[in-house]
């Protein structure tokens, strides 16, 4: 077990300074994630989520999005999402910039494939997306492979600490296919049962691409979940 936690916690510190040996200085953003969750049965599930990214920490605001959808928990190991949202990129050099480098529409199903090796979780992530952007239709496609281990003394049923890295990487439909990769270490902390705080470390690198740009961001996050009450015999 100390074995699993020290291999975790190396490789989450090699990702942090991940891409900067070849940089003397870096420009950091933001990254900010609010995500709400509201279970309506074990295996159904709807989702909110709103982002916002700065090209420097906290200044220089360029991009922001909202998104929802419909999970549906096939089976333990595969859940599948419909979602769609608005993504918004504004020009480099300000705070929210005009014009913009895009106004975009997505619609994207997804499946997402768990499994549990020796207590650390699994997840890969296959999505396609049907994007209407500001220069027409594109496709893409996304491929994301992370891993998660839980740790400290268990409270009410979950461990309130966690690590986790993943990475992954996108593609199009037309040349050169290749369109971005995207490396992301965090640490959360599980507030209580149903809420939980994030804190991370991204690395995007892109390759000839222009509508959301940046390299290195701080990743701040708070998830929380709803879970339908059920009335007991007593209230009916």
Known sequence: MAGIRIGCLTLLTTLLFAGKSSSQTIEIGSWNVLNIKYNHTKKLSLFGE??????????????????GGINYKFSKSITLTLAAGSYQTY????NFEVPKNNDEFRLWPQITL???????????????????????????FRYRLGAS?????????YKPFAVSVSNELFFTDVAPYFERNRIQTNFNYKIS????MQ????HQFDYKINDETGRDFIVV???????RKIPSRKDQ
């Open 50 to 67: 709103g982002q916002l990214r700065s090209l420097q920490l906290y200044n220089e605001f360029h991009y922001h999005e909202y998104k």
């Open 91 to 94: 020009r480099e050099g300000g």
């Open 114 to 140: 768990f499994q549990e090796i020796n207590k650390i979780r699994i997840e890969q992530r296959y999505r396609a997306e049907m994007r209407w952007t500001i220069n027409g239709y594109r496709n893409r």
């Open 149 to 157: 281990y839980p740790f400290g003394k268990e409270i009410n049923g």
């Open 193 to 196: 049962k149903i809420s939980t």
């Open 199 to 202: 804190l991370g470390y991204l």
């Open 221 to 227: 996050g708070y998830f929380k979940e709803i879970n």
